[in-house]
């Protein structure tokens, strides 16, 4: 079992509807080949769940007026404002999402959603949280998505953790740069202690990598120097 694990501060470009461009800036990460990896999972990490579609043309939303026809809710509301919403398809199909989701009753804004699905055989797992005053309705303030990939003998399980509207701005000249001490100053979460040892494992290896190379030339030397 291979465990890899990136990270990117930067900025998120709208450029359309369900349009985005991720724009690295800062970069620390594991991965032998780059973002190879992450790259194929990015359009999870901006979900839009007041679309037609929650991910580009894939998933109908739930919380579409159009597609209420593909799903059966269920909604309990207690003495406060918050309505708790739960939906599940009429159909079995991939397009279509199951969960629940906190939903202001006033405003039928969406505090926050949880749903799970299937999808070119990708199942994923999704906790959506907004800002809890309403602000920036559209981006969530956070969003984690648990993925789980099998194919010919290969499994992949990734974990997305995307967090908006961090602190500090970056100016646009920073791009594409690999500082693990910059990712350290500006991560917005404490890394879990597995993340932190993927970090210790891969810079181990760093140094085993680097000692095995030094001693490779040393030996090539003395060779040379013996003929």
Same mark, same amino acid.
């Given at each position: 079992?291979?465990?890899?694990?990136?990270?990117?501060?930067?900025?998120?470009?709208?450029?359309?509807?369900?349009?985005?461009?991720?724009?690295?800036?800062?970069?620390?990460?594991?991965?032998?080949?780059?973002?190879?990896?992450?790259?194929?999972?990015?359009?999870?990490?901006?979900?839009?769940?007041?679309?037609?579609?929650?991910?580009?043309?894939?998933?109908?939303?739930?919380?579409?007026?159009?597609?209420?026809?593909?799903?059966?809710?269920?909604?309990?509301?207690?003495?406060?404002?918050?309505?708790?919403?739960?939906?599940?398809?009429? %159909? #079995?199909?991939?397009?279509?999402? &199951?969960? *629940?989701?906190?939903?202001?009753?006033? /405003?039928? @804004?969406?505090?926050?959603?949880?749903?799970?699905?299937?999808?070119?055989?990708?199942?994923?797992?999704?906790?959506?949280?907004?800002?809890?005053?309403?602000?920036?309705?559209?981006?969530? %303030? #956070?969003?984690?998505?648990?993925? &789980?990939? *099998?194919?010919?003998?290969?499994?992949? /399980?990734? @974990?997305?953790?995307?967090?908006?509207?961090?602190?500090?701005?970056?100016?646009?000249?920073?791009?594409?740069?690999?500082?693990?001490?910059?990712?350290?100053?500006?991560?917005?979460?404490? %890394? #879990?202690?597995?993340?932190?040892?993927?970090?210790?494992?891969?810079?181990?290896?760093?140094?085993?990598?680097?000692?095995?190379?030094?001693?490779?030339?040393?030996?090539?030397?003395?060779?040379?120097?013996?003929?």
């Amino acid at each position: 079992q291979r465990e890899f694990l990136s990270e990117t501060y930067g900025k998120l470009r709208l450029l359309g509807e369900n349009d985005y461009r991720l724009d690295r800036q800062i970069i620390s990460n594991t991965e032998p080949h780059g973002n190879e990896i992450t790259d194929a999972f990015t359009e999870y990490i901006v979900p839009d769940i007041y679309g037609m579609t929650i991910y580009d043309d894939k998933i109908l939303s739930p919380f579409y007026r159009k597609n209420r026809m593909y799903y059966r809710y269920t909604i309990q509301q207690d003495s406060t404002n918050i309505a708790q919403v739960s939906f599940q398809p009429f %159909l #079995r199909h991939t397009q279509l999402v &199951k969960g *629940n989701a906190a939903v202001d009753v006033n /405003t039928g @804004r969406i505090i926050s959603v949880v749903f799970d699905g299937e999808f070119d055989m990708i199942k994923f797992h999704v906790n959506i949280v907004h800002e809890s005053d309403g602000t920036n309705s559209v981006l969530p %303030l #956070r969003c984690q998505s648990d993925l &789980k990939f *099998n194919f010919l003998g290969n499994r992949i /399980t990734s @974990r997305f953790l995307a967090i908006y509207n961090c602190q500090e701005t970056l100016p646009d000249s920073v791009r594409n740069v690999t500082d693990k001490a910059k990712m350290d100053s500006l991560r917005p979460v404490v %890394l #879990r202690k597995d993340e932190e040892e993927i970090y210790q494992r891969f810079y181990q290896n760093q140094e085993k990598q680097i000692v095995s190379a030094i001693k490779t030339d040393t030996l090539e030397t003395v060779i040379i120097d013996n003929d």
